[in-house]
């Protein structure tokens, strides 16, 4: 699996990579714009994110900037549904607005800091993505 992580606190990023990557290949980014900018590089070269996981309180473009944006992406590169990537928002705010807006606007999954693997496990068998 490859996969897109998108964290701006070091030690949440280093944890993510850490627990992720017994799953495939992982990519970091420090903020949404990196994210959107690793994305379509992928996209564009071929080499498709199968999951992507978005904090959504990071400076600048936040994840949820980030979460319309990437859609936005995938329709403009007119990429086939089967090689769009699942996008996790991970956030440590529960606020139902937030989580709410995320699934509007595409999100597949929510998961809440501190995270709790097994939580996020599930998840990504939900997904269908382990």
Same mark, same amino acid.
């Given at each position: 699996?490859?996969?897109?992580?998108?964290?701006?606190?070091?030690?949440?990023?280093?944890?993510?990579?850490?627990?992720?990557? +017994?799953?495939?290949? $992982?990519? #970091?980014?420090? @903020?949404?714009?990196?994210?959107?900018? !690793? *994305? %379509?590089?992928?996209?564009?070269?071929?080499?498709?994110?199968?999951?992507?996981?978005?904090?959504?309180?990071?400076?600048?473009?936040?994840?949820?900037?980030?979460?319309?944006?990437?859609?936005?992406?995938?329709?403009?590169?007119?990429?086939?549904?089967?090689?769009?990537? +699942?996008?996790?928002? $991970?956030? #440590?705010?529960? @606020?139902?607005?937030?989580?709410?807006? !995320? *699934? %509007?606007?595409?999100?597949?999954?929510?998961?809440?800091?501190?995270?709790?693997?097994?939580?996020?496990?599930?998840?990504?068998?939900?997904?269908?993505?382990?």
């Amino acid at each position: 699996m490859r996969i897109l992580l998108a964290e701006d606190d070091y030690a949440s990023r280093k944890f993510g990579i850490s627990f992720l990557s +017994k799953y495939g290949e $992982v990519d #970091a980014t420090v @903020d949404g714009e990196e994210a959107i900018a !690793a *994305f %379509e590089f992928a996209a564009e070269d071929g080499e498709y994110y199968d999951l992507i996981c978005l904090d959504i309180m990071m400076p600048g473009t936040d994840g949820i900037e980030a979460l319309y944006r990437i859609r936005e992406a995938e329709k403009r590169l007119k990429l086939p549904e089967e090689k769009c990537p +699942k996008i996790i928002m $991970v956030s #440590a705010l529960s @606020d139902l607005n937030y989580v709410d807006g !995320a *699934f %509007e606007l595409g999100c597949d999954g929510y998961a809440n800091k501190p995270l709790d693997t097994d939580k996020f496990e599930d998840v990504l068998r939900k997904l269908e993505l382990i």
